[in-house]
């Protein structure tokens, strides 16, 4: 082919890939859509069986434990929003909480006052109480159908025959191996030099699973396996007791509930800040013509910049554990009072971040995770993130039990005013004290428009989440995009400090960013390879479940 016909034939391939409407996995009944195939399978199976939306909840997320040690364990905690049927709603919340022994100044050196390195992070000290086993017996309890014994079956044959590794898995492996072996011992088996294709079988966990198939919740929270982790956490240096274990309950939240155009969004309340600050950007960006302004262009980028600025400014002030500080829901999701942030804005130059403190309100008083959304062939739909915070935790495995231990301590404010992981700077509200839970930005989200289920979406990320489940919302309503061609576009994030927006490379023009400069904005688009791994259901006008799997990771859909 000479040059000229090589040339048109790029082109031409390109244009054809532009035009081509990108539809994801359809389904007429029920879907899954979770971070592996396997899980999404597991979870499907459960519904084809009669199981619903919340039987296929509970095996899911002990399938992440089994398939997704890097975000999914027994050692993890977690939140789900959930719409039934009937139109009801609700909230979970399974969040970690500090131990008893845990007190504010807990990762500060006592000479300096300085945060002690890595201490919130990796190994025993990082780990906070792990809520996921009372979690999904808590929504079983209510809702599920099924028996336990036969949602676990699946998954303990799952972790007999063992997972086999994908390219991505293996790069995270190495990634971390150095870690594993630091926090661990050289033995440790995850720490080996696995190859793509390799079966990593889960013998440990699978035998957990099993006497948590027999004996129920409280053989984690009160048994023996309570007991091995108890000592086992001791035995690596951490403060865990069998009090803080026996004394761990999931809560039942009222979810955060708003409305933006035609559509009412259902997500997650504190402690997640996920709804609020979700709730704070939209309302925020409502007034505007967003949809006029074309997607990801510099117009579209600057507003909906200045709503994160500001919703995040207002989410490191006010928010942390709703049991603990009393945060001004009402006010901060007051038109007033948004209409007041937004006055600063102007699409002339960026507002910096140092003028933009928290909103002024008198307070009377006081990065890796999963998602997986599901919607069942009753109509009941959920929206479940879950998290052991980074890859893999705090890298810590008890090797007799089979999974991670969180490092979710790191999300409380070690010291008000420093940066945890993400980067996010908290404040007092966020602090620690004994059975607190840390702020999470968790964000499942459940959206109706005109009172019918339209969308299951949600996201890891740390504080990136609640703007990319933004993003992905704005994508499908602003910009009349399918499921999953919203989840595949490129990301962008800003969260107040660093005042930097951070871009998916390769997403936004050299032009676009050299535009956003010279107004004053600071980008950041080679340190995030990947923002957001989304799992979105969408409701089709037909009633079609379009399945959204984030193809950043090995994310799958699966329904019937
Ligand atoms: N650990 C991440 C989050 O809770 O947002």
Same mark, same amino acid.
């Given at each position: 082919m000479n040059r000229f016909l090589l040339y048109c034939f790029i082109s031409c391939t390109i244009l054809a890939c532009k035009q081509q409407k990108v539809t994801g996995v359809l389904a007429t009944n029920a879907m899954v859509v979770s971070a592996r195939e396997e899980v999404s399978e597991i979870g499907t199976q459960v519904l084809q069986k009669g199981g619903n939306a919340f039987d296929a909840m509970f095996a899911v997320e002990l399938t992440l434990a089994v398939a997704y040690p890097y975000a999914g364990s027994l050692g993890g905690g977690g939140f789900m929003v959930y719409r039934l049927e009937d139109g009801s709603i609700g909230a979970l919340d399974y969040r970690e909480k500090a131990p008893l022994a845990a007190h504010k100044n807990m990762y500060l050196d006592s000479l300096t006052g300085n945060v002690i390195p890595d201490k919130s992070t990796l190994g025993a000290m990082a780990v906070g109480i792990p809520g996921n086993i009372a979690g999904i017996f808590a929504a079983h309890e209510k809702y599920g159908k099924l028996p336990i014994e036969e949602l676990i079956t699946p998954v303990i044959a799952l972790a007999k025959k063992g997972i086999v590794v994908t390219d991505k898995q293996q790069k995270r492996l190495e990634k971390y191996r150095d870690a594993f072996v630091k926090v661990n011992d050289s033995n440790f088996f995850l720490a080996k030099a696995w190859t793509t294709n390799d079966t990593i079988k889960r013998l440990q966990l699978a035998k957990t699973l099993e006497r948590i198939q027999k004996n129920g919740r409280d053989e984690f929270y009160k048994g023996k396996t309570a007991q091995i982790l108890v000592d086992f956490m001791q035995r690596s240096?951490?403060?865990?007791?069998?009090?803080?274990?026996?004394?761990?309950?999931?809560?039942?939240?009222?979810?955060?509930?708003?409305?933006?155009d035609d559509l009412q969004i259902i997500s997650m309340s504190p402690p997640s800040s996920g709804g609020i600050?979700?709730?704070?950007?939209?309302?925020?960006?409502?007034?505007y013509d967003l949809d006029t302004y074309g997607h990801n262009t510099v117009k579209s980028i600057q507003l909906i910049t200045e709503a994160e600025r500001r919703a995040y400014a207002d989410r490191n002030y006010f928010l942390g554990d709703p049991d603990f500080v009393t945060i001004p829901t009402e006010t901060l999701l007051s038109d007033a009072y948004?209409?007041?942030?937004?006055?600063?804005?102007?699409?002339?130059?960026?507002?910096p971040s140092t003028e933009v403190a928290h909103g002024n309100i008198e307070i009377i008083e006081s990065n890796e995770t999963t998602h997986y959304s599901i919607v069942d062939q009753f109509g009941n739909a959920v929206s479940v993130t879950t998290t052991?915070?980074?890859?893999? +935790?705090?890298? %810590?495995?008890? *090797?007799?039990? +089979?999974?991670? %231990?969180?490092? *979710?301590?790191?999300d409380f404010s070690s010291k008000p005013g420093e940066p945890n992981m993400f980067g996010l700077v908290g404040a007092e509200a966020n602090s620690i004290a004994p059975e607190k839970r840390m702020l999470s930005s968790m964000t499942p989200t459940i959206v109706e428009k005109k009172g019918k289920l339209y969308m299951v979406v949600g996201t890891p990320g740390g504080s990136?989440?609640?703007?990319?489940?933004?993003?992905?919302?704005l994508n499908v309503h602003e910009y009349d995009m399918g499921m999953q061609e919203a989840v595949n576009q490129p990301r962008f994030h800003h969260q107040w400090l660093p005042d930097t927006i951070k871009m998916e490379p390769d997403g936004?023009?050299?032009?676009?960013?050299?535009e956003l400069t010279s107004l004053g904005y600071t980008i950041d688009a080679t340190n995030s390879p990947v923002i957001g791994k989304v799992e979105g259901i969408l409701i089709l006008p037909d009633g079609t479940l379009e399945g959204g799997a984030d193809p950043r990771g090995d994310d799958k859909a699966v329904g019937f």
């Open positions: 240096g951490g403060i865990m007791t069998l009090e803080d274990l026996a004394k761990y309950e999931a809560k039942w939240r009222t979810p955060i509930t708003f409305s933006y600050c979700l709730a704070e950007i939209m309302k925020a960006i409502e007034p948004i209409k007041e942030r937004m006055q600063s804005f102007s699409f002339k130059k960026a507002t052991i915070n980074g890859a893999y +935790g705090s890298k %810590l495995y008890c *090797e007799e039990l +089979g999974f991670f %231990l969180n490092n *979710e301590m790191d990136t989440i609640i703007t990319s489940v933004l993003q992905t919302i936004f023009s050299e032009a676009l960013q050299a």
